[in-house]
């Protein structure tokens, strides 16, 4: 009976693991970490960025700033704005790009001023300012050019500006080469009285020579730019006469040149011509003028040729261009401008029609007159 239940109990214990499902091993002492699920080799498809990250993205690469400043010890600042240093420093900006156009200060260029210095190198231009004047003070602009051949275009993805402040407290206004300016008030369009600060915090107010008065800046007709000037947004003929900008910043007050503010009412389009001759009809060797003349805006310059009868024999004629201004009388103010054609000596060869062509942005207008012999 013990013999037979001593063969059971070995019987079972070696189908045991078998019922179980697990070969029989011997035990050993598991490995650190052995229990912690091990990765699997999955695909994982790389998710997409939200919307707005993508906007972000996007935006970012329409419009890359690549100016910077230079500071002390080779250390680079991205420019804001606008940035205000002392007059009398000098500054170093950097334009990344192997092909960069500046852009600065007009009359930099104007006077050739030895003080501006523009180098291009491999990977940047270089603009050096040494001992600015309050006269520096303006935007300063880079962009890199694109070029096929001979055609280039600005890259308006890499472009950079920054508008320098050169504060002076004995120069509050930037300072012009002229004591007097002409501002011409269209009512189509704002007028920019140009007086500008080295200072932005300074306080600046509008005054009309005649009569005595201060101009109030509303903020909404006439408004204060400190990069620009004073804005009329609606020109009116309330509005002209000579006036003059006060600048007021810890110390005394500082006056600007003056400006003679004329008011411009002519239609625009294209110039408004006439032609006239002194007589229509011209004897052998008599002189004869034909004047072309256009009324218009102050500001838009015209251009003049003509056609006339001698012209393709090459017919020697003298032709002078001139324009001034004309006060209306009742405060508007025109450009005139006139072309003289001159013939010393008349002949046959000169007799016909002669045709004046005066041209400004709006298009151009053609006029004629006879000239025949007596």
Known sequence: MRLWVLLSVLLLQEALPHVIGQPTKSKRPKEPGENKIRPVNKKVKPKAPKTKERESVDSSLKSQSILTQVMDKGHFQKLAATLSLAAGQSIELRCKGSNVTWNYP?????????RLSIKQLDRYSQLILA?????DTGEYSCWLQLCTGNKCRKD????????IFFTDKEELFVPTPSYFEIVYLNPDKPAVIPCRVTTPSAKVTLHREFPAEEIEIDGTDIIYDAKKGIVFQHPTSDHK??????????G???ISIKYHLLYVEVPKGPPSASIAVLSSRA???DRVHVVCTV?????????????????????????????????????????????VLL??????????NYVCIAQNLQGETAVATKVELK
């Open 241 to 250: 006469g000579i006036v003059y900008c006060k600048a007021e910043s810890q």
């Open 106 to 114: 007009s009359y930099l260029d104007t006077f050739k001023d030895s």
């Open 252 to 254: 005394a007050p500082q």
């Open 343 to 352: 013939v010393e000596d008349f002949e046959d060869i000169d007799v016909g």
């Open 295 to 339: 009324l218009g805006e102050p500001d838009v310059d015209v251009s003049f040729r003509w056609q006339y009868p001698g012209q393709e024999s090459e017919r020697p004629v003298s032709i002078q261009n001139f324009w001034r201004l004309i006060n209306r009388g009742i405060g508007h103010t025109t450009r005139i401008s006139k072309s």
């Open 131 to 135: 001992n600015s004047t309050a006269a």
């Open 283 to 285: 004897g052998v060797s």
């Open 156 to 163: 308006e993805t890499k472009t950079g500006s920054t508008y």
